[in-house]
């Protein structure tokens, strides 16, 4: 659905019937409760709906302004889930022998594949991040000076360090949800304050895992060195140690023998 430049009440509950609802739905498979902060932010749009439908005054840019920042703080926060799930996935997948999983009927590997979506929907997302935090730096230190502000030192302190993680090399494993305060995240500066298209890769990477395990596991478990060294132990060594004892005793049977019959 288009956003508009102002939200009436009829478009804030057609907005949460096809979108928020379903980001809500599948941060609670994953994470099966709604983080506190959601749920007020979710409790504190609808109240700012109630009082603009009572007053009669149902288009606002305060209002549609507040809306936009709860979808795109769920948006933010669902990423993340779907970010942590496809870890996991990768985690589990590097058990087996990942590389070589094929995907059906075609000569594209999984891991190709992963590889590939990945790094076109981290540095779609990472890039715009940064953008946010360019574009909100600003808002964050107004609020941080604002004696009424419920934001401090501490607050700023861990979104600029989260801004700086943002330019670092951590794996897709490793990767925490940045600290942005929902108060930054409706910024209009071009398509920056929009992240549906980032929250359709990462779920699509999601269901792309999920749906190609089988494939993964059926290429058997991956040897560690540690099995490694014992196939090794148990297949060679062992037998060449306890061989050569044995040796020994065959070629001293052989002298005696020989020495015997004056041979």
């Known amino acids: 659905m ?19 609802s379903e980001m809500i739905a599948y941060i609670e498979v994953y994470e099966h409760d ?8 979710i409790g504190e749009m ?3 709906i109630t009082v603009a439908t009572i007053s009669d005054y149902e288009e606002s840019a305060e209002l549609t302004g507040l809306i936009k920042s709860v979808v795109q703080y769920i948006r933010l926060h669902a990423i993340f889930v779907f970010i942590n799930e496809i870890g996991e996935r990768e985690r589990l997948f590097n058990r087996f022998k990942y590389k070589g999983a094929m995907i059906p009927d075609t000569d594209i590997h999984v891991f190709d594949e992963v590889e590939k979506r990945k790094n076109k929907a981290v540095s779609l997302l990472t890039d715009k991040l940064k953008k946010y935090y360019q574009y909100s730096a600003k808002i964050m230190f107004s609020l941080v000076a604002d004696p009424d502000s419920s934001y401090g030192v501490r607050d ?4 600029l ?14 990767w925490d949800e940045p600290f942005i305060p929902a108060d930054c995240l409706s910024i209009n ?13 990462f779920k699509e990477l999601l269901s792309f895992c999920e749906s190609h395990m089988p494939d993964v596991i ?6 560690n060195l540690r099995m490694s060294v014992f196939v090794a132990v148990t297949s060679w060594i062992i037998p060449i140690v ?14 005696t023998f020989f020495h015997l019959f004056g041979i």
């Not at 360090?161 to 897709?172: P, Q, W």
């Open 2 to 20: 288009e956003e508009s430049s102002f939200f009436s009440t009829e478009e804030v509950y057609a907005l949460y019937r096809t979108q928020i």
């Open 34 to 41: 709604l983080p506190p902060v959601l749920t007020s932010l």
């Open 46 to 48: 609808f109240s700012a």
């Open 156 to 159: 700023l302190l861990t979104y």
């Open 161 to 174: 360090v989260d801004y700086l993680c943002l330019y670092g090399t951590k794996s897709l494993s490793e």
């Open 189 to 201: 500066e071009g398509n920056i304050d929009d992240l549906s298209e980032d929250y359709d890769n």
């Open 218 to 223: 059926n290429t058997g478990p991956k040897v």
């Open 242 to 255: 306890l061989g050569i004892p044995a040796m020994r005793y065959l070629m001293e049977g052989v002298k």
